[in-house]
């Protein structure tokens, strides 16, 4: 499975709430997130472009792995596998064991709805700021482009997408302080 996603720094979360609001999305709720990185002992995952991750919403656990982003796309699509648990201790314990090590922590606060056959997260970010990222979980990436670009038109999303994870943009700002 693919996710495909453009991302774009916002001025306001509150904004863009309204529009979804008033073109009848549906609400999702409202989480927060505390992801936790892991690079694995027998490559980099910063040199291969992958990430392994346990998100921690308070509630829900899940280890998600991403493969390289697949360049050329006009947005972000990379390989996606989740998989869900009832507690990230011993999963942690796991992977420290394996030779995984921690790499860096990201925490947000996520509002998300469905939209058009997107998933849209409205999250605000520390360290970063806000931002909404409109995502479609696909095999096929061309049509996932055109509902990413024809809801971006339709909540009058306008900006750079950002290919960069949340992740490389806080060790970024971390090399350059």
């Known amino acids: 499975m693919l996710e495909v996603e453009a991302k774009i ?7 863009i709430k309204k529009i979804l609001v008033s073109k009848n999305a549906e609400f999702l ?8 990185y892991y690079n694995a002992p027998h ?27 697949i360049k050329g796309t006009g947005a972000k ?16 314990s796991i992977l420290l064991k394996l030779g995984f090590k921690k790499s860096s922590m990201v925490y947000k606060k996520r509002e998300e ?15 970063l700021g806000e931002f909404i990222e409109i995502e479609v979980l696909t095999e096929d990436k061309k049509s996932a482009l055109l509902t ?6 339709e909540i009058g ?11 490389e943009m806080i060790l970024e700002n971390k090399e350059s302080q």
């Open 9 to 15: 720094k916002i001025d306001s979360i509150d904004q």
């Open 29 to 36: 709720g409202i989480s927060t997130q505390k992801d936790t």
């Open 43 to 69: 490559r980099d995952f910063a040199k291969t472009d992958e990430a392994l991750r346990i998100r921690d919403n308070g509630t829900k656990y899940e280890l998600t792995y991403k493969g390289p982003k």
């Open 77 to 92: 699509a990379r390989e996606e596998y989740n998989v869900f648990f009832d507690s990230t201790e011993n999963l942690e």
């Open 113 to 127: 709805y469905l939209f058009q056959d997107t998933t849209i997260a409205l999250d605000n970010v520390k360290d």
């Open 148 to 153: 990413i670009e024809s809801v971006k038109q």
């Open 157 to 167: 999303i306008t900006g750079e997408n950002i290919p960069e994870s949340y992740l």
